[in-house]
């Protein structure tokens, strides 16, 4: 069974960073993509990164590129999101995910249960 157990969040004031961590356990980590999602409150589920399984190719939302990093360590079976310049607005709890049709969140095969990211003004 596919298990993903995120960490990192926290409280962060405007323009620092963050990193987070997504450990994926039950099945050949690096035969797959993964990702990274958030929902703030009284939003919908946004896609917020992916990255294939080598680590080649990677592809972000355009509210985050140039701020966040995606990463993958396929021995260590993590997927990590550097966070740089944090705003108020990147408040959300941010879900690592698997079995990806691209950025759809309602296609997602596989949920971590979400790490809580604060950013004050």
């Known amino acids: 069974q596919v298990q993903l157990v995120e960490s990192g969040g926290g409280l962060v004031q405007a323009g620092g960073s963050l990193r987070l961590s997504c450990v994926a356990s039950?099945?050949?980590?690096?035969?797959?993509?993964m990702g990274w999602f958030r929902q703030a409150p009284g939003k919908e589920r946004e896609f917020v990164a992916q990255?294939?399984?080598?680590?080649?190719?990677?592809s972000y939302a355009d509210s985050v590129k140039g701020r966040f990093a995606i990463s993958r360590d396929n021995a260590k079976n993590t997927v990590y999101l550097q966070m740089l310049k944090l705003k108020p607005e990147d408040t959300a709890v941010y879900y690592c995910?698997?079995?990806?049709?691209?950025?759809?969140?309602?296609?997602?095969?596989?949920w971590g249960r979400g790490t809580q990211v604060t950013v004050s003004s």
């Open positions: 995910a698997t079995d990806l049709r691209g950025r759809n969140s309602r296609t997602v095969g596989y």
């Open positions: 990255i294939s399984g080598s680590g080649g190719i990677t």
């Open positions: 039950g099945r050949t980590f690096s035969n797959y993509a």
